[in-house]
């Protein structure tokens, strides 16, 4: 490939990609490298048994800022549809729906249980957090009963660390959950009379959650980005006129600035000049949570009428099964059988990581039978592995957060961004806005203005995520 570029970005997820977009739309001559041999990142889809899966249970946030709203709109068309969320979590005994409805948690759970909650919640006003940890703020929010069941267990299962281990940063990240739990206890407490939760309901494209990073990418391709897959970027080299980004394979290109949506770690890694010794400790420092998915195809129709089942249950790693044909009205679905997706938070060191197909098939029915699920009619299993999926906050990251981004803020003409490259636990929205902010940020002449960036990171910070 070879060549000069006014831009270029590295990483063909959401960001990266919306990024390559509009920085094209504004005339700029943009390269996109990626890794992998597709674009979309980890909100692509692709094909199980004829069947469109995603990566995991994803939905667009229906609560997307208008402008961004209506430029996926624009893309998709009608082929981006409004659903009615069809969600359940596990608690006790029971499947309960997303968000909580206080009638059926009143009719649903143990007396005795109902008589915890309801007076948690009754006490959540005097309540206040003993420790700046995730377990210490949620039970201040929820109470112990709700604590003990669903958020102390997830959290376990999904960091893979106790709650008093990991930063109080994951519950503020968390608000729109607890929100659910508090006003479901509340109603409780007024005997079930009280306000439910609003139903929720979420966007979502016709042929998978995919097909909105697809529709970026044709258009990146419209606008003139030149998008180069099996890219794998392992050299950052700043010099005083440019940057140089070399790939595996050889290749080198030099643009005027650089979008990096690399995890922070590698670019400190791969960065000439390197950073000092202190910051590349820090950055080692700075983990990121793994995670399997494992498909099981289900024959005869569908597997249940529900998008997505969320599964606190600490005896099974498998914390969501999701059946991805349940989130959209697509007619060339197939009708005779279905795809479940099971999500397994773990570390690469973990022995489940290491566990082939139908190993981790059983696993999943050892779940459905311990969590009163519907047996699957199995007639195949496909898994994949994703190596740095969630950021995890562990208590005390903060420090070794800011020591990197300190020294990445001040590379000339690179510019961090994206889930991995900002350690953001963000969502596609979030992702999408932030790639706009980063090239409205740079100015007519070609300089990025970090004033303005820095001013939009802040806002990426304070807002909460939870995925
Ligand atoms: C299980 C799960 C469920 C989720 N659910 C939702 C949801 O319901 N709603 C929602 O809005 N969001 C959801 N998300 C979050 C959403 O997937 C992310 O917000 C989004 O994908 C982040 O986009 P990104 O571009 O920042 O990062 P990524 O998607 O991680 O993209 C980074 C890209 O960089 C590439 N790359 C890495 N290293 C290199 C290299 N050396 N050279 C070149 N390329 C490289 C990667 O291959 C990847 O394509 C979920 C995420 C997960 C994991």
């Not at 968000?99 to 005795?112: G, H, I, K, T, Y």
């Not at 606008?223 to 290749?251: F, H, L, M, N, P």
Request: glycine share 8%.
């Amino acid at each position: 490939m070879g060549g000069s570029y006014d831009l270029i970005v590295i990483g063909a997820g959401p960001a990266g990609l919306a990024a390559a977009w509009r920085a094209a739309q504004r005339g700029m001559k943009v390269a996109l490298l990626e890794r992998a041999d597709h674009v979309g990142g980890l909100a692509a889809s692709f094909e199980v048994a004829g069947v469109r899966v995603d990566q995991g249970s994803h939905r667009l946030d229906p609560n997307t800022p208008a402008h961004l709203l209506s430029d996926l709109q624009g893309l998709l068309g009608s082929d981006l549809q409004h659903r009615r969320r069809s969600s359940r979590i596990r608690m006790g005994e029971q499947w309960l729906t997303l968000p909580l409805r206080a009638d059926e948690v009143a009719r649903r759970l143990p007396p005795s249980l109902l008589a915890r909650v309801a007076r948690d919640s009754a006490l959540s006003a005097f309540r206040r957090a003993e420790s700046d940890t995730y377990d210490a703020v949620v039970r201040s929010r929820v109470g112990s009963a709700i604590y003990d069941r669903v958020y102390g267990p997830l959290a376990e299962k999904q960091w893979g660390m106790p709650g008093d281990r990991i930063s109080s940063e994951h519950a503020r990240r968390h608000t729109a959950r607890l929100g659910a739990l508090r006003v479901a206890g509340r109603a409780m407490v007024r005997s079930g009379r009280g306000k439910s939760a609003k139903p929720g309901g979420y966007y979502y494209p016709r042929t998978g959650f995919g097909q909105l990073v697809e529709s970026l990418a044709s258009a990146a391709t419209d606008a003139g980005v030149e998008i180069r897959c099996e890219a794998e970027v392992d050299r950052v080299r700043v010099t005083e006129e440019e940057v140089e980004v070399s790939t595996q394979d050889s290749d080198v290109i030099t643009g005027g600035l650089v979008f990096s949506t690399l995890p922070l770690p590698v670019l400190a890694r791969i960065s000439r000049p390197a950073p000092s010794l202190t910051s590349i400790e820090s950055s080692a420092r700075l983990r990121y949570r793994a995670m399997l998915l494992v498909y099981v195809v289900h024959e005869g129709g569908r597997w249940t009428p529900h998008d997505s089942h969320d599964i606190p249950d600490p005896r099974t790693p498998v914390v969501r099964i999701s059946e991805p044909t349940n989130y959209r009205d697509n007619p060339d679905d197939p009708t005779d059988r279905s795809v479940l997706c099971a999500e397994i938070p773990c570390a690469m060191t973990d022995e489940v990581w290491g566990l082939d197909d139908e190993s981790l098939a059983d696993l999943v029915d050892e779940t459905l039978g311990l969590t009163g699920l519907p047996g699957v009619r199995r007639s195949h299993v496909e898994t994949r592995r994703i190596g740095q999926v969630y950021p995890i906050y562990r208590a005390g990251y903060e420090n070794d957060f800011s020591d990197v981004d300190t020294w990445a803020r001040m590379i000339r003409r690179v510019v961090t961004l994206g889930r991995q490259g900002l350690f953001l636990l963000d969502n596609i929205d979030q992702a999408l806005l932030m790639a706009y902010d980063a090239v409205d940020a740079i100015r007519d002449d070609g300089r990025f203005d970090r004033y303005a960036w820095t001013v939009a990171r802040e806002r990426f910070h304070r807002s909460a995520s939870p995925h």
